[in-house]
């Protein structure tokens, strides 16, 4: 247990990114009601995914954690979260195939409703308003009311997570047909896409009668019935601080609105309080590392963090660019080995390959993305490591918001269907085509 820690010793610490609500007193009941809900997730589950992710850690395991930048109230459909879902499935597929090893599936789901700015204002034709913040504290639209943060957004946050969290275990736990579903889906996928590579087709054909892949998939064993386990960064600290409770069995405290957070780049510098916050509860947690983490710094916030040396309990998601990531991660990597940690290691190949087209829209060139995950592997394969898995922004759905790939989306592309919240993510096609990517390198 952590010591000296409570659910609101976070406040004694420099909090970044969070919002200022005019009405506090109104903010203040907010909080109260949601500190009486019952939690989302449970600390069983928290537990039992740490104990995958310690598997991992190992190196019998994969993680594909994967989801929208931002989940939108607006947006919000049984179809948008059973089509996630579903490429969720298609990738945890085709790569448990390829690796012969379980999966472990990720959802950005169910709770990524607020996000850190790079800018406190937004600027648009000469007017400036706060920048959104996410669902969770204001509204997208660029009007001085939209950007206001109101405290009732929080509730309806929450409901939108139960009922997230609702259609996820619904999907995942309605009968033996969901890997058949998921099977015919990619038999769809390479025959119908002329640019399917022959490679992928003939990774299909061999999974379709295999046992080798029911047994990978968890089709014939205990990951069989494994929920999608729910992710999400733990930004708004006043709202996480409502959904601790206590699992009495253990005496161990968890962080309900999720089964696994994590801590963006933006706020996990020494002295923050979102690692304060983190420190204290059991649940398995993930960090951001960018540019600028040096190797001692993350040294020391794992000895904060972790200090029992838990396997599971740390993923590290690296997020450097393409043309950074061979340059920064062998010095990570090797510090966190040398000091004997048991952690994962993830790649998210979505927030350091960032473009701008030239009108000015935010993209993201999927051989970018592509490049950054070939380095992550390279790295790892040349320091003994471990690659362990992938953070993607993605949907199910048939977005334009990347550029590239093999449907190779153009910048004109991209003016038929963007509909990200926040940041551009890979459509269907384009996350399919990254598992297949994954399954020709492994
Ligand atoms: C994110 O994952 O949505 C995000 C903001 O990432 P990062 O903290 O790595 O910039
Ligand atoms: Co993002």
Redesign the pocket.
Known sequence: MATDWTPDSWRDFEARQLPTYPDQDKLDKTLDQLSTFPPLILGSEARLLKEKLATVAKGEAFVVQGGD?AESFRDFSAESVRATLSALLWMNAVIAYAMGKPVVRLGRLAGQFA??RSSDMEEKNGISLPSYRGDNVNDIAFTEEARLPSPERLLQGHTQAAITLNLIRAYTQAGDDKWEYAFNGLKDFVHSRPWAQDSWRGLVAEMEDSFRFAQSCGGFGDGYADPCFTSH?ALHLPYEETMVRSDCDYGLDYATSGHFLWI???TRFEGSAHVEFLRGVDNPIGL?C?PNLKPDELLRLLDILDPAYEAGRITL?T?YGHDKIEKHLPELVSAVKAEGRPVVWIC?P??GNGTQTSDGQKTRPFERILAEVKGFFAVHEAEGTYAGGIHL?MTGLDVTECIGGSAAITEEDLKRRYLTQ??PRLSRDQALEMAFQIADLV
């Open positions: 930048c996000k850190p960064e963006g780049d933006r951001k960018g998601i997020r998210d979505m927030h922004e926040c940041d």
